[in-house]
């Protein structure tokens, strides 16, 4: 409601003086401001804040008057009355000077328009210059104890008793005294008044405040006792009646609220107890109590001392607290706690040392509560000199307050505005949106009428794309209007939140966000000659005003229209019998409240007939609410609504839910509501011609509810939201916020008859509410929020005070009324309601906080509860389809002890989890397993661990699964008790599909080892044995690592059985599995291959590979032998983009390979690798990695791994030209070019062919030379077949491999015959290697030829010659003796089966090649 902002600012007396003000004390208007201390008596201006006049008493009159103790203002700031000591009542009458004196006067530029215009227009911007003279003091024969100004008359308690009554102008005329003694007091009026019920004798009232609106005075008594003195007759004479509070002796000093008719109390113990008189009684009656609580300040709260003084703020929406021990505290009305300075940054430095609290002497609010005047009575260290003559400081701190205190019709937008003294804050619309709504309606702003765009459900949700930030939209008042018409009074925002109108002393001024720009009324006269005085609102384009014409004298209602000059030629005028208090709008309807306690209706229609946008206004109905409302000026807010109690009404008529159905009237607190009589005979609608229709008249008011500071309603309606639409919202201080909820029959049945139609439901929120979002089921507000600065002085304010920011808020509500309604049993409308707002993105939330807060509630409880909510709450939930999730977020955000009561109501975690297995929600499952471990044995958390690890290995979830091998090996090696619960950094996996990002890299070489110059081959064997090397932890022979890695390889080898070799690369590289070892354990089992083309139809689909199609050139074409092909495609391939890699899915890091020995596998390793080179298919090149082609003939490359791309030719990106040292260019013709394209179209998309590419690479490693057959066949690479045929004349090659890939190959040719004959051509390019396949004898081993190491060792490395381009389409082999010549000295295969199993004696051995 009012929110700190910035610094405070201290205002130096300009007059030295050795006293310190101790009393400051604002006029009726606060303009002006009198300050005093013990001898003299200051006037000071408010805007600009400056003294005028200062009044010295002399010494001879000080000593016969004593030092100034109080000051009193006359209503019409002609008077002013003072205290002193010694019984002495001082008059001072204030005299302005003559026309033309101020003491401070604006200068204006030359040429500024804003010059002498209107008479009286220039006292009120400048300080008028005065003059202070006393008039003949008055003895009162007794110490002074208070006084209060009535209109005219002036009301001095005395210490002896004694209440004096005085008249202002003429002192000694009249002058009454009564004695406490004679008035009877009673704790009630009705109570026989016989005589004074107790004794006062020597008691004298310490503090008294006059109540206008209860016609009486609240008073404290010196013995702590409060009351309330009333005059029996309508005049204050000498017949007085009181009543006391019962029960309180500590009182300490008082203030009245006029609006809402309540007395605030400062105690002695430091709270403030709030009391109200009871209309039928006459008793004083507690409201509520203003206290600090210990849980928001622990160290305090018990510790301020008495309370020092109350000041309500002028619209007497929040009351400022102080006490003995210093510190300010602001309360709303009803009790809600804004903030307090002797708590967090305001008493604790950024070092955590304790600050001393500001102790405060007076504090007064300035005008419309803006700014609260401080006199300190502690002096900052810095201010004390030598000089005894002090310049006096006065504190000012400023406010920002929201604008439903003064102007509350902008309750039903969904808006939040606050408005300062001279900027004003809003929380905008969507930026976006307000940009479509302009374009929309661009034409209103030529004049056309356009109608806007209907308020619906699309505003609501852009609103909600804005609640996370914290930002304000901060508009600046316009200058030239803020300095003639300060202060602002009125602030108002249109439904879209892109208009903003403001009204200050006079006039009025608005702005759009859209364009930026202010507009002022261009004729300065026309705006000095109207004031607002009811408040303002908006209609569609145009602004609706309640205004004082000072011309006339006249009270009007007003329209001007946005898009037009700000001007009464363009204004809509009605002129109205009473002055406005109050306007609202309500669809097309204004109401307005009147000073005569009248409430009258107007329709508002636009005019089609005119070229400007114009509207006319009639009235519809008048309602009289003088038998109910004893002063009009405790009305705080008057609001028009669909609202009603019977919502079945609205079911039969729907076209009634959209009218004006009924009337709210925030009473002093108390809101009325006034409904129409339907009672009578109903008239249809249809019947009645448009013109005649009459208004039903309404019924005598009920109350609904007491307390309210605000009331938040919508005229939109929605369908699916009904119950947040129609319901009517209550902001009631600290009882938290009401919903009066409106209940439905599900399916239209018919109600219940016992089921009461709408029902109020309390709920507590935890920030001061401003604003409701009906769709969004969401309450936005602010609050205050400090920063801190660390000054070098310790007594500059800055230090003493952190700088205060205002922070927009915003909190969910659903689940109090969920609760609500299920602690009633009516679960059915909270089952609907809840349905009703699923869609909402934090709807989860909403139900894990329900859950949460009555676990909470019930599970800590000290006494049994009887009917526990908590099992009506899961049921409920259950409904949901988060219902899992739910739980468990919830559990895990509980303390452990709490577990067991919420699966007690819930069900067993065991079965929740298996419900998540069923429903395929691993994620959810997971959260449950660590609930399992914490309340389940060892066994049973790893039992569902592994349930759930296979399930998570089978889906692919592969962050879940790395979590499920931190957590199994948790249970293991006994962590068990903290669980892994958040993912740590992963080492490089090996075998990554993503090794391709760094191309050119070796799986056999580290991470750390690539430099970043030319890559060069390492020779290395990069076949470990045995799990992963890296990817666990170091102690490889642990059980739990057994169990993983067993779990690990069964699923590699269920996925080979399948054939999924893509899901299997995508394993090998997420997990870090050690595919190549396991491949080469399981060459001669699983990774086998029976069944040739049911891989290659499994591989096709899997790679999304197109079956190849013959083209129609191919018989004659150029390209037939191949030679150019592959390089060809390459360049093609090449010429696509380089980072389609980059943007791979799997997301792992370069392999990580271990070393060992060299073995025959090498020689396949480098052959892959330079088939690779030959024909480098699906090799983009990144940036940075430096290629050396390797084309000369006798050039050297090592034996390197199987995954070395490495370019050969060197070529220039988008270039078709092959440089080589014979041929010079290669000329594309017609037929080539078709023939290229039609390679492209059977070729896959480039990052399967990049994954094949690896895995034929992995599989050559492995020595799986079916597999390396299959791919081959796929990729329509010769090169590969040629390779493997060459290979399966090495004699350590199993018969069983050779035979198999002979079947194989006779089976897809067979099925490239029958059913693809898109492969027939490329099964008859290799057609020699297939005839060569069915020559290759089967019974070829020689073990003798498995050396131990040290028995024959290379002296040099094995060359590997390169080919030279033209030679490209020649067979290539790893030997460089003749394919059909003697093979060299082969490992045995069975020997190698049997090493498998000692994987560090592996190295032991080496192998020659001849």
Known sequence: MYFLSGWPRRLLCPLRSSERPFLIEPSAQRFYLAVLSETQISIWFSRPSVLIVSYIESGKATAQFGFYQQVEW???????????????????????????????????????????????????????????????????????????????????????????????????????AVNLCTIPFSLDLQSSRGGPCLDLGGVHIRDMEYCTTLDGFAVVFDDGRLGFITPTANRLATDLQGVWAADVSDGTCVAVNNKYRLMAFGCASGSVLVYMIDSSTGSMQLSHKLELTPKHYPDIWNKTGPVKMLRWSPDCSVVMVTWDCGGLSLWSVFGAHLFCTLGEDFAYRSDGTKKEPLKISSMSWGVEGYHLWVISSTVPDGAEGDDKLQQAGILQFQFIKSALTVNPCTSNQEQVLLQGEDRLYLTCGDPTQAHSVSEKSSSRDSGSPVPRPSASAPLSQGLSTLLGHKHWQVVQIHSTYLETNWPIRFAAIDWSGQCVAVAGRRGIAHYSLYTRKWKLFGNVTQEQNMSVTGGLAWWNDFVVVACYNFIDRQEELRLYVRSSNLDNAFASVTKLHASTLLLNVFRDVVIVFRADCSICLYSIQRRHDSSSPSVSVELLQEVSMSRYIPHPGLVVSVTLTSVRTETGITLKAPQQACSAESILLNLAGQLIMLQRDRSGPQVREKDTPANQTKLLPFCPPVVLAQCVENVWTTCRSNRKKRHLMEALWLSCGEAGMKVWLPLFPRDHRKPHSFLSRRIMLPFHINIYPLTVLFEDALILGASNETVLFDGTGSSSLEALFPFCTVERTSQIYLHHILRQLLVRNLGEQALMLAQSCAALPYFPHVLELMVHVVLEEEATSREPIPDPLLPTVAKFVTEFPLFLQTIVH??????????????????????????CLMAQDLDTAASYLIILQNMEVPAVSRQHATLLFNTALEQGKWDLCRHMIRFLKAIGSGESETPPSTPTTQEPSTGGFEFFRNRSISLSQSADSISGGKFHLQKTLS???????????????????????????????????????????????????ELIGWLCRERMRVARLDDFVTALKCLHKDFLWPFPVIPACSINSPLKNGRCRPVLSSRLLKSQSEDSLLNSDMDTTPPQVTTANHR?????????????????????????????????????????????????????????TMVDENVSTLSLSQSELEHISMELANKGPHKSQVQLRYLLHVFMEAGCLEWCVVIGLILR??????????????????????????????????????????????????????????????????????????????????????????????????????????????LDDQEHEEQEDEPLDEGTYDCTLS
């Open 74 to 176: 006359k209503p019409d700031d002609s008077m002013i009355a003072v205290t002193a000591a010694n019984g002495y009542l001082l008059l001072f009458d204030i005299i302005a000077g003559s026309d033309e004196k101020y003491l401070y006067e604006p200068v204006y530029p030359k040429g500024s328009a804003r010059v002498k215009v209107t008479p009286g227009y220039k006292e009120e911007q400048c300080a008028p210059a005065l003059t202070l003279e006393m008039k003949k003091p008055i003895d009162l024969e007794a110490p002074i104890s208070c006084l209060q100004t009535l209109q005219e008359d002036l009301l001095v308690a005395t210490a002896d008793g004694y209440l004096h009554m005085l008249h202002w102008d003429s002192v000694r005329n009249g002058q009454r």
């Open 890 to 915: 919830c559990a895990r955000k509980t303390e452990y002890a709490l577990w067991n009561y919420l699966f007690a109501a819930v069900g067993n975690p065991k079965d929740l989890f298996e419900e």
């Open 1023 to 1073: 076949m470990p044995f045995g799990p992963s090397s890296k990817g666990w932890c170091k102690d490889t022979d642990s059980a739990e690592n057994l169990y993983i890695d067993m779990m690990l390889w069964r699923h590699a080898r269920h996925l080979l059985e399948q054939v999924r070799l893509r899901d299997l690369g995508c394993f090998s590289a997420q997990l870090g599995f």
């Open 1160 to 1216: 025959w596998l090498d020689g396949l390793g480098a052959v892959s690798k330079e088939l690779d080179s030959a024909s480098s298919l699906g090799a983009p090149r990144t940036q940075d990695a430096f290629l050396s082609p390797l084309i000369n003939k006798g050039e050297e490359c090592s034996i390197g791994s199987a995954t070395d791309l490495t370019e050969t030719s060197s070529m220039l990106d988008g270039d078709w």
């Open 1277 to 1386: 690479d010769a090169g590969v077949i040629k390779q493997v045929v060459g290979f399966l004349d090495s004699p350590e090659v199993p018969a069983e491999t050779v035979q198999s890939i002979r079947a194989g190959l006779i089976a897809v040719d067979l099925w490239a015959s029958s059913d693809c004959p898109g492969y027939k051509p490329f099964l008859s390019l290799i057609g020699p290697q297939l005839l060569k396949l069915m020559e290759v004898p089967v019974e070829q081993v020689q073990p003798e030829a498995f050396q131990p190491a040290g028995a024959s060792k290379l002296s040099d490395p094995p060359l590997l010659l390169l080919p030279r381009a033209e030679d490209r389409g020649a067979v290539t082999s790893a030997h460089p003796l003749p394919l059909d010549g003697p093979p060299g000295p082969p």
